[in-house]
């Protein structure tokens, strides 16, 4: 009886009591506070899945994503729609002079200065590397050059310090409208052959001096 008696009135540890202590916050508190911040953490982590890490601008894949909707609404109003690819000039020679780090820097400032030129329909992603690619739905060509040559000066125009160096850049352009869609093409058919387009446009760019916006195989020259 007496052993009886000591075991009912037995404190526990207090090591095993904050064990049973943490078991039921786990139980209790735990699912609480999960049911509470999953929704926020399940934004949070689909905003970074769409977004380059280093220019915080859109990654290729949510690019075209909301390129095709975008796309989408244009062909229903039968409205242009143009693309701008743009590519940062001797990148490489930035890293090489500069270090890496520093050409982190450049594409973070670069990547700022085109966001700074967009209009809230307009879309941006970081393409790879050093090169963006831009869709500015409702923007006929006219438009959409114009928008290039003046991201080119503002990218020309800009002073970026990095770690103790004043680096300027220059970035070259390439600009195409899309044409009408015909019966047998989907909308992903026809931004890729546009980006392909605005791709070559580019190349051309960059093969006749750099530092200058392209939109047809036979640029006209400039200074």
Known sequence: MAGAARGQGRIPAPRRLHGR?????????GRIGQKRFRPQLSQKYKELSCKDPLT????????????????GHTVEKNTPVSVIMADVDHFKKINDTYGHA?????LQAVAAKITSFLRSMDICCRYGGEEFLLLLPGSALQNGVMVAERLRQAVEQMSIVADNATITVTASFGVRELPPRNDSQCLMELLQAGIRDADQHLYRAKETGRNRVVWSLQPPDRP
Do not use: E, K, M
Not at 21 to 29: D, E, K, P, V, Y
């Open 56 to 71: 915080g601008l859109l990654n290729r894949r949510a690019f075209l994503s909301l390129a095709i909707d975008a796309l």
């Open 102 to 106: 520093c050409g982190d820097t450049v």
């Open 21 to 29: 202590l943490f078991r039921s916050f786990q139980h209790h508190g």
